[in-house]
């Protein structure tokens, strides 16, 4: 299995990607024994002004191929912790490989949502994508916390 998360845009030094470092760290640390990997982190930016195409373009070439491809977006599903810790479970069980995908500041294009596999909601207001991007890492690991029983979730 691997894990990857490929969004728009770089994110520069400061208190979002030090967040987003510590829980990618503490997952790789909370995973090793559940049979997760560490995430790799691939940031895609167009400098051509291409819009949610060119970005789109990008990020399909940021996604593994064969990756279980999960977007990140207001409109889609909100499950619960543990039930994205299920799915989780799921992928890693069934030795799949998945890619979570974070847009840009106006989205992801249609040809990405026309072949998503599950779109994913963290809350009906959009949020800033770098913080969806801190989001995103927390919730993961909370999902390995809840695998490995640990109390770091608490209901
Ligand atoms: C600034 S938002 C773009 C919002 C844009 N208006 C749209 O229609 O998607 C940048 C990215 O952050 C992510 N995002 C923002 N809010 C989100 C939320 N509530 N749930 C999940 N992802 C979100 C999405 O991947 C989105 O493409």
Redesign the pocket.
């Known amino acids: 299995m691997r894990i990857d998360i490929a969004a728009v845009g770089r994110l520069r030094k400061g208190p979002e990607s030090a967040m987003v470092d510590d829980y990618l760290d503490r997952f790789a640390k909370a995973g090793r024994s559940l049979g997760l990997p560490r995430i790799t982190m691939t940031e895609v930016e167009d400098k051509r002004g291409g819009g949610m195409a060119a970005e789109a373009e990008l990020l399909a070439r940021a996604i593994p191929a064969g990756s279980v491809l999960v977007?990140?977006?207001?409109r889609?599903e909100q499950p619960t912790s543990p039930d994205f810790a299920l799915r989780l479970a799921g992928w890693r069980d069934g030795a799949r490989d998945v890619c979570f995908?974070?847009?840009?500041?106006?989205?992801?294009d249609a040809s990405l949502r026309a072949r998503a596999d599950w779109q994913?909601?963290?809350?009906?207001?959009?949020?800033?994508?770098m913080l969806?991007r801190v989001m995103l890492a927390e919730q993961l690991y909370r999902a390995a916390t809840i695998l490995a029983g640990a109390p770091y979730h608490r209901e």
């Open positions: 977007l990140m977006d207001e889609g995908v974070i847009g840009g500041a106006d989205g992801l994913v909601s963290l809350g009906r207001m959009v949020w800033p994508h969806v």
